[in-house]
Nanobody
Framework: HVQLVESGGGSVQAGGSLRLSCEVS????????IGWFRQAPGKQREGVAA???????YYADSVKGRFTISQDNAKNTMYLQMNSLKPDDTAMYYC?????????????????WGQGTQVTVS
């Protein structure tokens, strides 16, 4: 079993930056692919970024060039650096993990989820 705990959310003005963290514990072998999803009020949850075995990265078009996903294996922690934030980035952000041998932003591939951290951009 895998446990995921997010932190780093908050309120920021447009153009600002935030860094989200996701601490991973438990069966680390079940985390070939770790990603971030977000869900705004009244909208479906969408994939934001994912990282495969600490190397390959995937981004939604809406965040390319602004968000960077990274992983620190020594700390069992994954990060999402968010720059040039826009009001449209306002959402609950969720960390998710997948044991599959491929990676992407398909929600159905991720079997482990954190509780979420709120990001508000005004």
């Amino acid at each position: 079993h895998v446990q995921l705990v997010e932190s780093g959310g908050g309120s920021v003005q447009a153009g600002g930056s935030l860094r989200l963290s996701c601490e991973v514990s438990g069966s680390i072998g079940g985390t070939n692919c770790i990603g971030w999803f977000r869900q705004a009020p009244g909208k479906q949850r969408e994939g934001v970024a994912a990282i495969y075995r600490g190397a390959g990265t995937y981004y939604a078009d809406s965040v390319k060039g602004r968000f960077t996903i990274s992983q620190d294996n020594a700390k069992n922690t994954m990060y999402l650096q968010m720059n040039s934030l826009k009001p449209d980035d306002t959402a609950m952000y969720y960390c998710a993990a997948s044991p599959l041998t491929w990676c992407g932003l398909k929600e159905a591939d991720f079997g482990y989820w954190g509780q979420g951290t709120q990001v508000t951009v005004s």
